[in-house]
């Protein structure tokens, strides 16, 4: 029977599992699309301290499969960031159900505009009816090489 899927907050003794998930994701879902300058600097961008202060300062959710974690996003102020589901569980919802929770934490908190940096991975996940591009960006990364991202956002209680 396949395992139930939980959702908590994180907690920093949750940093390292984190960071695994994380450095797992993009090896895995980025080396096609980004090259490799881009990703050492999304590897060094989700470093533990930034991961220990966002769990700290922010609203970090997790979800487990049993033991396992499959699964992260932080809401930080109005900003959503660190959405990512361990590739073997991707396109069955649960990406949806972590943007569900930042959104309602969020809501409660009385922001109206969510605001976030897709990769180019995550902007087809993230182009739908409710989130509006912004602009298209550039972070000049190593050996002249680009990371190319998109500046969106989403209005909240339509
Ligand atoms: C982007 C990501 C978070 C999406 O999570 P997910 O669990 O796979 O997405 P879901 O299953 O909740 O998908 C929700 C919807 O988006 C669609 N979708 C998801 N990924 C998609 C993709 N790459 N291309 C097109 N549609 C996509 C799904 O088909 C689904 O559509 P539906 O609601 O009509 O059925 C996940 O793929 C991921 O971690 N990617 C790599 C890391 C990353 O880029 N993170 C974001 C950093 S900015």
């Not at 980004?34 to 769990?55: G, L, M, Q, S």
């Not at 930080?76 to 396109?91: C, D, H, M, T, W």
């Not at 929770?101 to 409710?130: C, H, N, Q, W």
């Amino acid at each position: 029977m396949a395992e139930e899927i939980i959702m908590r907050i994180a907690e920093p003794q949750d940093a390292d599992s984190l960071r695994e998930l994380i450095n797992e994701t993009i090896d895995t879902c980025y080396f096609s699309i980004y090259p490799k300058e881009a990703i050492d600097y999304f590897k060094e961008y989700h470093n533990r301290t930034n991961i220990v202060n966002d769990i700290l300062e922010g609203h970090c959710l997790i979800l487990f499969s049993g033991e396992e974690l499959i699964g992260t996003g932080t809401l930080l102020g109005s900003n959503a960031r660190r959405v990512f589901i361990k590739p073997e569980y991707q396109k069955m919802g649960l990406g949806k159900k972590i943007m569900y929770g930042l959104e309602e934490k969020a809501v409660e908190k009385g922001i109206r505009i969510m605001d976030l940096d897709a990769s180019l991975v995550a902007y087809p996940f993230y182009r739908t009816p409710s989130y509006e591009t912004q602009a298209e960006d550039v972070i000049p990364v190593k050996n002249g090489q680009s990371l190319r991202y998109y500046k969106m956002v989403k209005k909240l209680g339509d």
